[in-house]
């Protein structure tokens, strides 16, 4: 079981670097680097916010406590600088 | 380079603060759902449980036919009490551990009597506790009623 979840961990990590990868490379021309922030910062608050709904739906499942600290480090990370004045 | 530590000291606050707000959050959010909104029962026990014969005598085994809906898998705690009813009074008392899989089950079960007890009309009744994200629920139940009496 525990070999199981970390092989699952490893093919997810995999396919998040391939996607963010896939992602950035496709919209690396559109977007500068604050939009870059901003969409890590949704994705991780989304994904947040889906951890907290699926422990509501499902009774059984736990997220970890150190899972949404470590979320809300990232988004507190980049939101930053979406609070410091734009220089025009 | 005194600007550099302000940035810094910003960052940091900005991670200690969000990183609390999140995990303070997603530990209350559900708890809050299931301690205020989440009416739902995840395990029943359908009562009046049946038992087997209306006649027993002291130190036998009542034979009941339980129905039982669980929604998780889950470990409770089952305290069972044999209750006299002309004086509602508890003749004794029994607690197990269960282990509750998810599903519908019909259950045959032995229910053991005391040796000691007095002649008379009684029944079976019980709480089973158990925890859901942290929160503790409870299910009770009761038997029909059966009569105790030394003669064959």
């Known amino acids: 079981m525990t070999t199981d979840k970390i092989i699952l961990s490893i093919i997810s990590f995999a396919v998040g670097i391939l996607i963010g990868y896939i992602i950035r490379s496709s919209m690396s021309r ?23 709904i699926v422990e509501i739906v499902n009774p059984v499942y736990h997220t970890n406590p150190m899972i949404h600290g470590l979320m809300g480090s990232i988004v507190g990370f980049f939101y930053k600088f979406e609070m410091k004045p734009k220089k025009k | 380079m005194k600007c550099d530590f302000v940035k810094l000291g910003e960052r940091i606050l900005g991670i200690l603060v969000f990183a609390t707000a999140f995990s303070v ?6 708890r809050i759902y299931f301690a ?24 036998d085994d009542v034979l009941v036919h339980l129905y039982r809906e ?28 269960l282990a509750i899989t998810v599903g519908n089950t019909n259950i045959d079960i032995k229910w053991a ?4 007890i ?35």
């Open chain 1, 30 to 52: 559109d977007l500068n680097a604050n939009d870059n922030k901003t969409l890590v910062l949704l994705l991780v608050s989304v994904a947040w916010f889906v951890s907290v």
């Open chain 2, 25 to 30: 959050l997603g530990y209350m959010i559900p």
């Open chain 2, 36 to 59: 205020t909104f989440d009416k739902t029962a995840y395990y029943f026990i359908k009562s009046p449980i049946a038992v087997e014969q209306k006649l027993y005598k002291p130190c």
């Open chain 2, 70 to 97: 669980s929604l998780i898998n889950t470990t409770a705690v089952g305290v069972k009490e044999l209750v006299l009813v002309k004086s509602n009074e508890e003749v004794a008392r029994e607690k197990d551990d």
């Open chain 2, 113 to 116: 009597l005391p040796c000691n």
């Open chain 2, 118 to 152: 007095d002649e008379g009309e009684y029944y079976f009744r019980g709480v089973v506790t158990y925890t859901v994200n942290g929160l503790e629920k409870s299910t009770t139940f009761e038997t029909e009623k059966f009569t105790v009496t030394n003669f064959n």
